[in-house]
């Protein structure tokens, strides 16, 4: 790994975050100049603002948006909240510094001081909301005003990471990881890029068990990809990171579990989620594929039907919930999944292909892109 | 990072675990040849054969063993499941693959072939018991047999992994890990090195919001240490990377919340746990000291006071059954902590030491290492 000093490495790279925090603060300052009632605006995030934007193909936010105004009995404390957190992150951006939404609001709670008995925040509750308010008003991202979000995932393959962080310029070889891979952190936009990325497609792997059986055979390096796990659902960094590879134009196939949790673990990363609906068009991916398992393997597949498994009650109630939605009854590919399994009552794990051999997963995901056996 | 092209990198270096099980093997056919009855020894490991041995500091088997045979008829399907289980894990060694006990137990459940409708195991909870029978009969851990656990846990400090794996050796450099850090294995023994450790101490911060905080800070170098998080309860390859690095002789420091939760991980990383107790030597750290947070950094910082919070139900229990242990009737210093949280009702997090700055988490650090104001 190569080391260099960078010139200004603590003056943020963060995008508009800083900026726009300013003309916020400036326009509120004009309206209490000018007398008026300080004010802004907020896209509601309440459910019946959140829809699946089928042109699009993947969960956003409605038109609905909301005011908040200090001179309102009912939201002067939380117009001033939400000030206090959007003065916060200002400092911590021009800090340079990052915390997380718990370190905020330790923050907050104690910014009146130890001598106060009065604090601005009593409880975590109350900032989470009003930081998502600041996000969707701000068009910024949480990771863009210096908050870091749960890291999960990991990655490996032939692509470079370059890293400002603390005084110095890293650069992570994805190819040179080893048995651990590079950890996906929080922020994968911002004092943070992605060079000589080399790769056919990403594979994103469910269970982190199945990357290292991948890793372990060289399976992104004979095969040329990107070998991605979520280690399960994928976190914000993780379905980012996803996203921002789309955009330099890889396919993204997604290999899960044949059960509800998979299935719930692709389609997270293919639309978004309800609770990122206002980050949607950032974090979902709707280009992804899902490669398997599938319940049509058994068929071609004959030994995985003495390695299936019952499916719980959860499956198959969450399959039928699924027959019932447009966009599943638009692709008969996943009609005919669904209605095996809930006839059958089994379901298929990842880690059944290790059945015959260790080294069938990779013989099979092969098979599957050769064949372009792949579901929407 | 470096890459080497590793000579005979196929030919694991896994110590002692394919010549004990080939010995095993082996004592076992002269068995049969002599007309005998074929066994094999395993230390029990019930809760009654689990002691906390005030000695040595940790949790561990006493000397109960049990003999396996095979003419036995409650015992047959068992001893010939667990030759099954030896025979995979040495055809793993000799291929140098790894699996999880999840794809091992799909290899054990297709062994027969798909053409015959009776399986070696039915349930992954048959085989797992068995899995820590050849582990405490064979004095080799899960991982000397090819066999990943859950792996989590990160490591940013002064020094390089040597990695051997797939065919490659590469070295890492956990001082160039930038925001990610090094992700801590499930195998830091096998086909794999760690070299030019230059640190005065190991921290272990439960959470990795903390962690990344003070990596954020270049805490790791400007103090000279190897900052270490388990992400919450320590993995086994977390614990036994503390254990290898105490061995160096690094004092390891523990930083968690002062709750129910913290104290058990600092519990688990000294003294392991009952479940782990069949490898407690080589998992539990004895000489670990709590480093913070506590109830008593109240008097000193004393801003803390306006951001404690509610101790649960399970928090104040705990510590009330804590009082009860002969080690901490022993150590005063844990009494006092622990009544106070039972007077107050008050908990602790470490997350609140980011009030006043978000800097103040590393000089708390400082201070507690210069005033050696650890707990035991």
Redesign the interface.
């Known amino acids: 790994?190569a080391?260099k000093k960078v010139a200004k490495a603590k003056e943020s790279s963060n995008g508009g975050a800083k900026p726009e925090l300013e003309k916020m603060g400036k326009n509120i300052i004009e309206e209490i100049k000018k007398g008026e009632n300080p004010r802004f605006v907020a896209t509601t995030r309440t459910r019946s603002n959140i829809l699946y934007d089928a042109k699009v193909g993947y969960l956003r936010l409605g038109k609905n948006e909301e005011e908040r105004s200090f001179l309102n009995v009912a939201q002067s404390k939380k117009f001033m909240q939400t000030m206090a957190i959007a003065a916060k992150c200002h400092q911590?951006l021009t800090?340079n510094?990052?915390?997380?939404i718990?370190?905020l609001y330790?923050?907050l709670?104690?910014s009146l001081g130890?001598d106060v008995d009065e604090?601005i925040f009593d409880e975590q509750a109350e900032s989470n909301p009003l930081i998502e308010d600041l996000e969707v008003s701000l068009g910024v991202k949480r990771e863009g005003l210096n908050l870091?979000a749960?890291?999960k995932g990991?990655l490996a393959g032939n692509m470079k990471?370059l890293?400002t962080?603390?005084?110095e310029k890293?650069e992570?070889?994805c190819s040179?990881?080893?048995?651990?891979?590079?950890?996906?952190?929080?922020?994968v936009d911002n004092d943070?890029e992605f060079v000589d990325i080399k790769a056919k497609y990403v594979l994103v792997v469910e269970k982190?068990?199945l990357w290292?059986?991948l890793?372990?055979?060289?399976f992104w390096?004979t095969e040329n990809i990107i070998l991605i796990t979520p280690q399960g659902q994928a976190s914000r960094g993780t379905r980012r990171i996803i996203r921002k590879l789309a955009d330099k134009g890889l396919p993204i196939y997604v290999f899960t579990d044949s059960d509800a949790w998979g299935w719930y673990i692709y389609w997270t990363i293919k639309t978004g989620s309800i609770n990122l609906a206002y980050i949607g068009s950032a974090v979902a991916t709707p280009e992804a594929r899902f490669i398997g398992v599938t319940m049509s393997d058994l068929d071609k597949y004959?030994?995985l039907?003495?390695?299936t498994i019952a499916a719980s009650e959860v499956d198959v109630k969450r399959a039928q919930e699924m027959l019932n939605y447009e966009w599943i009854k638009a692709h008969k590919e996943w009609v005919v999944e669904l209605e095996r399994m809930i006839k059958s009552k089994k379901k298929l794990?990842q880690?059944?292909l290790?059945?015959?051999r260790?080294?069938f997963v990779g013989e099979y995901i092969k098979d599957k892109i050769k064949n372009k056996e792949v579901l929407p």
Chains 1, 2 share one sequence.
Do not use: C
Not at 97 to 100: A, G, I, Q, V, Y
Not at 177 to 185: A, D, E, K, T
């Open positions: 790994m080391e911590f800090q510094l990052h915390t997380t718990r370190g330790y923050q709670k104690f130890e604090s870091n749960n890291r990991v990471v890293d962080f603390g005084n890293v992570i070889d040179k990881m080893g048995r651990s891979g590079w950890q996906i952190p929080s922020d943070i982190d068990a290292q059986r890793n372990e055979d060289n390096k004959t030994f039907n003495k390695l794990e880690d059944a290790q059945g015959p260790l080294t």
